[in-house]
Structures are given as structure tokens and as C-alpha cells.
């Protein structure tokens, strides 16, 4: 989106945009685009009731005709023009009805494309701010992937009533007809600049909006209540806030500034116009070239040409500005992938619990980034080997995972699966290997079962009762009113219970279980637990991915114990390996971290006691107030 230039032809220009929300409509709700023609048709044929209403009475008036014929004149322009109205205002009343199923079609392939679209692609800032842009192009009734049916029925109808018009209006004093063109386009063209003062400045607009929101979100961020009071940064966001309103009323000033000369310069440009047009007319009829209902006739038909003529160049700009909103949507859904998902190999066979995954020859470095978290990594992860991986703050044990699971491509060498290259693999049947409890998971606004079951849409409810129960949860949720059909989240769901950091990890450790893949992902799996229920889990991992390949990351060496191997990385690469014991033995990194640790478990019992951390990678605190 780098350039803001309308594009009328070609990918994602004016036509090709309106192409597509034509597809859409016969893909969601035909009846939208009838009802666009219908509203056209409706209005244009108002227009022209209303135009020859009064002329065509005012000559059977003339012409002394009976009273009965003028009554019938009069009750059918009169009828005519009501019952016109009267349907299209149901038309509009009713058109909500069918735009918003296109619409929200529309919002559901955007949020297809985010929910399945490839990793990289996900966490890509250009990615990030063409999803905002989208979400802004369609959300309510008034964005412009709803309202650009107003537009194109505006189009239609000024397209119609002008040619009528042209055609009436020609059979007059073709002079008319230009002088009202060359009027109405110059008004458009000099009101239009100024009316585009808001588009011009909405870079401007959406700063100062951004940042507003910004400071809003943080004074109701309730992991920042705590903060905010300790340090007394309550005052200073007030002053921010105010600062950000301030500005917002700044902006709203100068635009109103801007508007009023546009309407000023309208009124008097239309009068303008207007005067010539009714001047000319006026002298043909003291002329004796034209009648009085002809002269009503034509002076109507003039002002009408004008609104016709500014509505269709309105209507065209109104559409370009809608056209290039609709690209964001159109450039969110086309964004090109970088993994293979349809097109790619599925994988042959259930792996069960026997997969070889390797690292062979890696470097990886972020999209955008200079340095690489690795550079020639090698590492096999052996059908039912239990690896641990410890290292610093930074050392690379995260983007490991990352790179296992095949969120990331290595930038040079390969991931292996049993021997081949996942990037032949479709990506979304490689993810299948895998069950994670990440750092930050992800809890939705469903039912406690069917978050356990993954909203997989057969949920097992013996399974779901099972895997609750060894993950040592069972006893809670079975106490809740609604037990298993509880639901979780209190900003959807008001009676939701509120679960400590230790309870949402569990309910995590039932979703992996149930998912009962071949490869376990553990990133600190007991980070928001205390001491005992930590020594708990550990336990109870010993045992759940007993028979199953696990990588378990965590920041208490000690909790390391249970599994086969242990890496520790250090500035991306492995610096140690072996064994708890090993390593000890090695009397390197490892051995230093474990007996720092230890003498900090021994000597610090009570800040052990309160935080539930005794290591060197701190990044968890935040997780206990999320609940
Ligand atoms: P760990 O999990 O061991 O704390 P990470 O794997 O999160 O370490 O990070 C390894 C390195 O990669 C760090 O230097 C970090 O700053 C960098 N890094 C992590 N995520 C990104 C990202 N999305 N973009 C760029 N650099 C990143």
C-alpha cells in the first residue's frame, strides 16, 4: 500500500474493485444487487414525476380542460409520486437486510486468510497494518464495503436521470445544456478539492486517533492497574489523554474551517450556474419562444440536469476513494503465502508417536533483521525423546520451537521430517504432528470442553472428562454450576469463572493431551505456578508424554531432570549436551545456572514462596493478572 494513487483499470482498480463486490453479492445475496438497480429506477422515476407533475397540470389548466381530467391529473401525479416514495423508502429501510450478509462474507474470508495465512505472513508488520486497514474498510454499516452500494445505485441513477435529461434539454436550446455542463463541473471540480480536505488529511486524523486509543486502552488495561498506581502514572496519562483530546478537537476545528468555505463556494457557484440557465429560459419565454408550463417544465428540467451531472462525477469520486478503501480487503485476501499449504505433499501415513525431526545446517534470522538467532544449527529430535532446552533470556530457545514446528522457514538449511524437507509438506497437515502449551496461549469464549476438545466439532466429552482429570483440574471444573458447558471469558460471558494462572495452564495440559499428537510442545509450561503445584506437573509430564517425542523449555533447570537429553543453548547454539547429570558433571553453564539457582531456592524460600520463579527468565509475571 505504499502508493495512494486511485487506479481506475487493471488488479484492484476502480472496475476490477467493483467486479468484485459484484461476484461477492452473487456469491452472498444476489437480491442486493436488484434492489441497487430497483433504488435507482425508483428514484430517477420520482424525479420525473415530480418534473412533469406540475407543467402537465399547468396546461390542462391552460388549455381550460374539465375538471374531472384535472382532478385525474392530479390524483395520478400526485399517487404516482407517493406511492414512488413510499417504496423507495421501504427499499432503503430494508436494504441493510441484504448488504450486511455481503459484507460480513466479506469480513469472513478476511479472517479466514488471517486465522490459516502462513506464520511469517501473520507476525509481518505490512501484513499487521493491511489488516488494520481492511478491518477499517468493513466494519459497520458505513464502510465503504456497504455503502459502495449507495454509490453505485447513485450512479446508476444520475447516469439515467442525465440521459433523460440531455435528452429533454436538447430539444430546447442546446445551449442550455453546455452552459449547465461547463457550470457544474467547474462547481465539482473547486468543491470537490475542498471537500477532499478530510481525505487528504486522514493519515493525520488516524495519528491522532491511534494515539488516543492508544492511552485510552492503557488506562483501562487492567495488567497495568498495578503500575499505575504504584508509580502514580494515573496523572501523567490523564495529561496524555487531554493532550489527545485537545488535538482531536484541534483537527475537528480546521476541517469545519475548511468545510464552511467549500459551502459558501457552492452556494455561490450554484447560483451562478442556476442564473444563467433560468436567464436563457426566462428570455425565450418573454420571447415568446416557449409556454409557461413549458418554461416550468424546463426550468425544472435545468436544475435537475445540474444535480444530475454533480451526482454522476460525486458518484465516480465517491466510488474511487470507496474502490481504493475495498483494496486493502482485496490485497489482506490475495496476500501471497510463503508456506505450501493445498499444493503441498500431505503427510504419508499416521507418524503415530515414531518421527524423526532434524535441524540440519541451520540459520535463521527474523524477516527484516540483521543478525541471526543461529547459524548452522544442527539438531535431531528422536521418536519419543524427551529434549529439554535452557539457555538465557534470549537465546534462541523460543525461535527453536518456532523453527521445529514449522512456524518459520530457516532462512539457510532445512527442517527435516523423517529425512524430507517440510517445505514440501502442506504446512497445515505438519502443524497435525504437533500439540503445544506455548507462553502465551490462547483461551477462547466457548465452553471448557470444547476449548479442551480444541473446538474440533465432535468434542468426546469421556476424553475431554479424562484429560481434565490428569491434568489435575477435574475436581474444579466438575464443581462449577455448569461443569464441563461452563464458559470461560468474562469480557463475553459475565457469570464466567474467573482461573488462576496455575488452573489455565492445567486446562492447557488437557487440551494437549486430547490432542494426543506425536510431538509436545512444553514453553514453560509451570511458569505462573507456585513451587507445589510446579513439582506437581513436572510429575505428571513425566508421565503424560511418556511414548510421545516432547521438547520441553523452561527456565528451572531442576524441572529439567525427567527428560532424556538437554540442550543449553547460548547465543544461538548449542553450548552444552547431555544428561541433568552430565552436565552437572561437565561443570560448565549449566552446572553454574543449576547451583545459582539452587543456592536461590535454599537461601530465598520466601521470595520463592510469593513468586513461584526461582530462575533467570522472568518474562512470565504478567500471566498470573491475565486470568
Ligand atoms: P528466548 O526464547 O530464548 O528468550 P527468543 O527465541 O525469543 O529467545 O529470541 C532469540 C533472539 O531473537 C532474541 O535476540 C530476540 O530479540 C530475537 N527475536 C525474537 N523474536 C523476534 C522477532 N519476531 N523479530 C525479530 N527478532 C526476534
Redesign the pocket.
Known amino acids: 500500500m505504499k502508493s495512494d494513487k486511485i487506479k481506475i483499470s487493471g488488479k484492484y482498480g476502480v472496475f476490477d474493485n467493483s467486479l468484485f463486490m459484484i461476484r461477492q453479492a452473487m456469491e452472498t445475496n444476489p437480491a442486493v444487487l436488484w434492489m441497487t438497480v430497483l433504488q435507482a429506477l425508483l428514484v430517477v422515476t420520482a424525479s420525473l414525476l415530480e418534473l412533469y407533475g406540475a407543467p402537465v397540470i399547468l396546461g390542462r389548466l391552460e388549455r381550460r380542460e374539465s375538471l374531472g381530467e384535472l382532478l385525474g391529473t392530479i390524483g395520478f401525479f400526485s399517487l404516482g409520486i407517493m406511492g414512488v416514495h413510499a417504496l423507495s423508502a421501504y427499499l432503503e429501510n430494508n436494504q441493510m437486510t441484504v448488504r450486511v450478509p455481503v459484507r460480513l462474507g466479506i469480513i469472513g474470508k478476511m479472517w479466514k486468510k488471517v486465522g490459516t495465512c502462513s506464520y511469517p505472513v501473520r ?1 509481518s508488520q505490512d501484513f499487521i497494518r493491511l489488516f488494520a486497514k481492511a478491518t477499517d474498510a468493513s466494519m459497520g454499516n458505513s464502510s465503504p464495503a456497504e455503502e459502495i452500494w449507495n454509490t453505485f445505485a447513485g450512479i446508476l441513477q444520475n447516469l439515467l436521470g442525465f440521459a433523460i435529461y440531455l435528452y429533454l434539454l436538447t430539444h430546447v436550446e442546446p445551449v442550455i445544456v453546455t452552459v449547465t455542463l461547463i457550470a457544474a463541473a467547474a462547481g465539482f471540480l473547486v468543491s470537490s478539492r475542498i471537500n477532499g480536505w478530510g481525505y487528504r488529511h486522514r493519515q493525520e486524523e488516524a495519528q491522532i486517533k491511534n494515539r488516543f486509543f492508544y492511552f485510552r486502552d492503557k488506562v483501562r488495561d487492567r495488567r497495568l492497574a498495578k503500575d499505575v498506581r504504584i508509580f502514580g502514572i494515573g496523572d501523567w496519562l490523564g495529561e496524555l489523554l487531554d493532550k489527545c483530546l485537545k488535538a482531536q478537537e484541534d483537527f475537528h476545528l480546521r476541517r469545519e474551517r475548511a468545510y464552511l468555505f467549500a459551502d459558501l463556494l457552492d452556494i455561490a457557484l450554484t447560483f451562478l450556474r442556476n442564473g444563467i440557465a433560468y436567464g436563457w429560459l426566462l428570455q425565450m419565454t418573454l420571447r415568446g419562444n416557449l409556454g409557461v408550463s413549458e418554461f416550468l417544465l424546463y426550468f425544472t428540467a435545468a436544475s435537475g440536469f445540474t444535480a444530475w451531472v454533480g451526482g454522476i462525477m460525486g458518484g465516480f469520486s465517491k466510488l474511487h476513494r470507496q474502490s481504493m478503501e475495498l483494496c486493502h480487503i482485496r490485497k489482506l485476501c490475495d496476500y501471497e503465502e510463503v508456506f505450501r499449504f493445498r499444493e503441498g505433499k500431505s503427510l504419508a501415513g499416521d507418524p503415530g508417536n515414531g518421527c524423526t525431526i532434524e535441524l540440519r545446517d541451520v540459520t535463521f534470522r ?1 524477516p527484516g ?1 540483521e543478525s541471526s ?1 543461529f547459524s548452522h544449527l544442527n539438531l535431531t529430535l528422536h521418536p519419543g525423546e524427551k529434549l529439554a532446552v535452557v ?10 520451537i518456532k523453527l521445529l514446528c514449522g512456524f518459520y522457514d530457516p532462512s539457510e538449511g532445512a527442517v527435516l521430517l523423517d529425512g524430507v524437507d517440510i517445505r514440501e509438506f502442506n504446512r497445515r497437515d505438519y502443524y497435525r504432528l504437533f500439540g503445544a502449551v506455548f507462553q502465551d496461549f490462547s483461551l477462547l469464549a466457548g465452553e471448557v470442553a470444547e476449548n479442551v476438545a480444541s473446538f474440533d466439532g465432535k468434542t468426546d466429552m469421556e476424553r475431554v472428562r479424562e484429560c481434565v482429570e490428569k491434568a489435575g483440574l477435574g475436581g474444579k471444573i466438575e464443581g462449577l454450576p455448569q461443569g464441563y458447558h461452563t464458559h470461560l471469558c468474562k469480557e463475553v460471558y459475565e457469570d464466567a469463572p474467573e482461573f488462576s494462572g496455575g488452573e489455565l495452564q492445567r486446562l492447557m495440559m488437557a487440551r494437549l493431551l486430547y490432542r494426543d499428537s506425536p510431538v509436545m510442545i512444553l514453553d514453560e509450561p509451570t511458569a505462573a505456578l507456585d513451587a507445589l503445584a510446579e513439582s506437581d506437573i513436572y510429575e505428571k509430564y513425566r508421565d503424560l508424554t511418556k511414548g510421545k517425542s516432547s521438547v520441553f ?1 523452561s527456565h528451572r533447570l531442576a524441572s529439567t531432570r525427567f527428560c532424556d537429553r538437554i540442550i543449553l ?1 547460548e547465543k544461538g547454539r548449542i553450548a552444552e549436551e547431555g544428561t541433568h547429570e552430565e552436565l552437572l558433571l561437565l561443570g560448565g553453564s549449566y552446572a553454574r545456572l543449576f547451583e545459582i539457582q539452587s543456592k536461590y531456592y535454599v537461601e530465598g524460600p520466601e521470595a520463592e514462596g510469593k513468586t513461584g520463579k526461582g530462575g533467570f ?1 522472568h518474562r512470565k509475571g504478567e500471566q498470573e493478572d491475565e486470568k
Do not use: P, Q
Not at 539457555?391 to 527453536?400: E, R, S
Open positions: 507476525e527474523y533483521s538467532v539457555g538465557a533470556n534470549g537465546a534462541g530457545k523460543t525461535t527453536l523449555i543453548l527468565d
